[in-house]
């Protein structure tokens, strides 16, 4: 009996040195969780003073996006100049920041959803059409870099790009089309996704660009 013990001891103990490369179990599931949060497109009905939102899901492709410290709620600014896309990718191919993948949130109303899905097939397809890019400022002290790049790929007009720069500024090529405001922390930081049309949104790990 007391040998039984000691070998079932034995079996799940992990070399010392091997043991601190093994982040602990919550930490791990932390890193595998995907974002959930607002985009707010300020230009669109910006003729009418009007922004409007699109709830989406981010998941990480590459690298560490740090998720966890994201604000619930983005703006979401175009970029002032042309950039082919191409361009765009060979950038953050050898640059390689953190890269993640967003979709829009599939609502649990049948109008809101339609309404959700078109709005972020609209912005995908404004992107690549215009051969711009999107950006999205943080807004907040605990993330120093300037926000996240946002660019469409051509093989489906629901899935978008983000490349993550959390502690640097972006290219120089990745400039607004005017500066925005900085937003107001407290709005992003009370804003815990809530959606007026229901609280089940998709969630999973979607394959990398």
């Not at 890193?31 to 985009?39: E, S, V, Y």
């Not at 600014?77 to 599939?106: E, S």
């Not at 609209?122 to 807004?139: C, E, K, V």
Request: charged share 15%.
């Amino acid at each position: 009996m007391l040998g039984h013990s000691f070998f079932s001891t034995m079996a799940y103990r992990l070399p010392t040195h091997l043991g601190s490369l093994v982040p602990p179990p919550a930490e791990q599931l932390q890193q595998r969780r995907p974002w959930q949060g607002i985009l707010t497109l300020t230009f669109m009905n910006a003729s009418q003073g009007v922004s409007q939102d699109v709830y989406v899901t981010a998941t990480e492709t590459d690298g560490d996006s740090r998720m966890d410290l994201w604000p619930r709620r983005l703006y979401v600014y175009l970029g002032a100049r042309r950039t082919q896309h191409n361009d765009i990718k060979a950038w953050v191919k050898r640059f390689a920041p953190p890269v993640c993948a967003l979709m829009a949130d599939k609502l649990p109303d049948p109008a809101a959803n339609a309404l959700n899905q078109a709005t972020f097939a609209n912005l995908s397809r404004m992107l690549l059409d215009n051969q711009i890019l999107a950006l999205t400022p943080w807004g907040q002290d605990n993330l120093p870099g300037a926000g996240m790049m946002i660019y469409p790929t051509p093989s489906s007009p629901s899935l978008l790009v983000g490349a993550v720069f959390l502690s640097g500024p972006f290219p120089d090529f990745a400039t607004y089309q005017q500066q925005p405001p900085r937003p107001n922390p407290a709005l992003a930081q009370s804003s815990q996704h809530q959606n007026p049309y229901g609280s089940h949104h998709s969630s999973g790990r979607y394959p990398a660009p």
